[in-house]
T-cell receptor, first 118, second 109 residues
Framework: GAVVSQHPSWVICKSGTSVKIECRSL??????MFWYRQFPKQSLMLMAT?????????EQGVEKDKFLINHASLTLSTLTVTSAHPEDSSFYIC??????????????FGPGTRLLVL | ELKVEQNPLFLSMQEGKNYTIYCNYS?????LYWYRQDPGKSLESLFV?????AVKQEGRLMASLDTKARLSTLHITAAVHDLSATYFC?????????FGQGTRLTINP
C-alpha cells in the first residue's frame, strides 16, 4: 500500500526556535496533504490542509504565522513551527490522499513527529 | 459544526468476550473510517465504509455503517490481548476527516 513518511520522528528544541517537519508521499503523488496535531490521550485535530502550489487552508483557531505550511511539490509538504513554545509540544501527524486510477481513494497517515519544546 | 462521538471512551474487557464500539456523527457523510492507534504510534487504517449498510470484517473486527442513523459500529469478537489499543472513527467531510474522541480498549487475560 501507499506510504507516507515524516521526518524527523522526534525533535527536542529550545523555546523560541523554529522547527521544520517534512511529510512525503513515497509512492504516489498527493495534491492535498493534511496536518493534524494530537495532545496526549486526546483525539486528532486537523490543523490545516496543504495544497500543492497554493496556500494552505487553516482550520479555525490555528495561527497561520505560527504554523507555516509549504507544499512545493506533489510529494512533499512541510510544517514549520515558528518561535516554538512549550505549549506547542505535541504529536504532529500528516496524511495524504491517494487517488489510484482504478482503486479506492484512501487517506494514509505518516508515522508522526513528536515535538518537545523546552 | 460536525460532531463525531464515540461510545464508550474507555473499555476494559476480558479475553474471549464480545463488545461493540459506537460512533455517532451529526451530519451527512458518505465515507467513514476506522483507525487503530497503539501508544506512541500513528494511525493504522482498519476499515473504510462507503455506503449505507456496508459491512466489513477483518479477523476479530467487524465494522458497519448506517448512514440514515448516522451510526457506525466496530464489533470485537472473542477479544484477544493483541487488540488492546485506541480505536478512532473518522467521518469524511469534503475530504477532511473529523475524528471521534477515541475509545481506549484494554483487554485483560
Amino acid at each position: 500500500g501507499a506510504v507516507v513518511s515524516q521526518h524527523p520522528s522526534w525533535v527536542i528544541c529550545k523555546s523560541g526556535t523554529s522547527v521544520k517537519i517534512e511529510c512525503r508521499s513515497l509512492d504516489f503523488q498527493a495534491t492535498t496533504m493534511f496536518w493534524y496535531r494530537q495532545f496526549p490521550k486526546q483525539s486528532l485535530m486537523l490543523m490545516a490542509t496543504s495544497n500543492e502550489g497554493s496556500k494552505a487552508t487553516y482550520e479555525q483557531g490555528v495561527e497561520k504565522d505560527k504554523f507555516l505550511i509549504n507544499h512545493a511539490s506533489l510529494t512533499l509538504s512541510t510544517l514549520t513551527v515558528t518561535s516554538a513554545h512549550p505549549e506547542d509540544s505535541s504529536f504532529y501527524i500528516c496524511s495524504a490522499r491517494d487517488y489510484p486510477p482504478r482503486g479506492l481513494e484512501t487517506q494514509y497517515f505518516g508515522p508522526g513527529t513528536r515535538l518537545l519544546v523546552l | 459544526e460536525l460532531k463525531v462521538e464515540q461510545n464508550p471512551l474507555f473499555l476494559s474487557m476480558q479475553e474471549g468476550k464480545n463488545y461493540t464500539i459506537y460512533c455517532n456523527y451529526s451530519t451527512t457523510s458518505d465515507r467513514l473510517y476506522w483507525y487503530r492507534q497503539d501508544p506512541g504510534k500513528s494511525l493504522e487504517s482498519l476499515f473504510v465504509l462507503l455506503s449505507n449498510g456496508a459491512v466489513k470484517q477483518e479477523g476479530r473486527l467487524m465494522a458497519s455503517l448506517d448512514t440514515k442513523a448516522r451510526l457506525s459500529t466496530l464489533h470485537i469478537t472473542a477479544a484477544v490481548h493483541d487488540l488492546s489499543a485506541t480505536y478512532f472513527c473518522a467521518v469524511d467531510i469534503t475530504q477532511k476527516l473529523v475524528f471521534g474522541q477515541g475509545t481506549r480498549l484494554t483487554i485483560n487475560p
